[in-house]
């Protein structure tokens, strides 16, 4: 069983539309983090959310935290090439005790210019 | 640049051989992780050490074997792998064990079991 669920699974869009990926579970999260992947290199993280209901931007990304803790959506306006890569979230489970970073499977995203 | 560097960053072997994975992070991060991606699956934790002990090992068979001498290095010594251990291997530090940490990765070793 899929601790976090990222749908879609794969995104081909053209240059300078929006979009949204989402991030979900059954568990409730202490904090979510947000990772993109490029080809032949390691996640980079883009940003950590922890508080339920919680935005963030980094220029054209928003991410929200559900108000409940348990999802969270990153959304691209006017999304560019250099956008293309895999979208990880990854998640702490609020639980007592040290628990492991969780990682969902991710989103393939490609821009087309 | 990426502050975790690993090394060698191809790798193919048969499935006798021994070989060793590298990870250094010059972060002064106190925790190390290794994590194998896979095609189709989420990456998958594997071990954590914090303070050069091993706090976690999920289950990984024998035939990975990490070994860190000191918080800046960790190795990943592999034998007797079998065709469905062919992955991404990514190492990973955070500044200290527990939640809320970020973690950064290497460019990882890719694997390839003959």
């Known amino acids: 069983t899929q601790l976090l669920e990222q749908s879609p699974q794969f995104l081909s869009i053209q240059e300078g539309e929006n979009l949204t990926v989402y991030c979900n579970s059954s568990?409730?999260?202490?904090?979510l983090q947000w990772y993109r992947q490029e080809p032949g290199e390691g996640p980079v993280l883009l940003v950590t959310?922890?508080?339920?209901?919680e935005v963030k931007k980094l220029k054209r990304l928003t991410f929200q935290f559900g108000d409940a803790r348990k999802d969270s959506s990153l959304h691209i306006t006017a999304a560019q090439p250099g956008d293309t890569g895999l979208y990880l979230c990854?998640?702490?489970?609020?639980?007592?005790?040290?628990?492991?970073?969780?990682f969902g499977k991710g989103t393939r995203l490609s821009v087309i210019a | 640049e990426t502050g975790v560097t690993q090394t060698p960053r191809h790798l193919v072997m048969g499935m006798t051989n021994k070989k060793s994975l590298k990870c250094e992070q010059h972060?002064?991060?106190?925790?190390m992780y290794w994590y194998k991606q896979s095609a189709k699956k989420p990456l998958e934790l594997m071990f954590v050490?914090?303070?050069?002990?091993?706090?976690e090992n999920n289950s990984v068979p024998s035939r990975f074997s990490p070994e860190c001498p000191n918080s800046s290095h960790l190795f990943l010594h592999l034998h007797t792998l079998q065709p469905e251990d062919s992955a991404l291997y990514l190492c990973?530090?955070?500044?200290?064990?527990?939640?809320?940490?970020?973690?950064?990765f290497g460019d990882g070793t890719r694997l390839s079991i003959l």
């Open positions: 990973a530090s955070s500044p200290d064990r527990g939640y809320n940490q970020p973690q950064h």
């Open positions: 568990s409730v999260f202490s904090s």
């Open positions: 959310v922890v508080t339920g209901g």
């Open positions: 990854a998640g702490f489970v609020a639980v007592s005790g040290n628990t492991p970073l969780v």
């Open positions: 972060l002064g991060h106190n925790a």
């Open positions: 050490y914090s303070l050069e002990e091993r706090v």
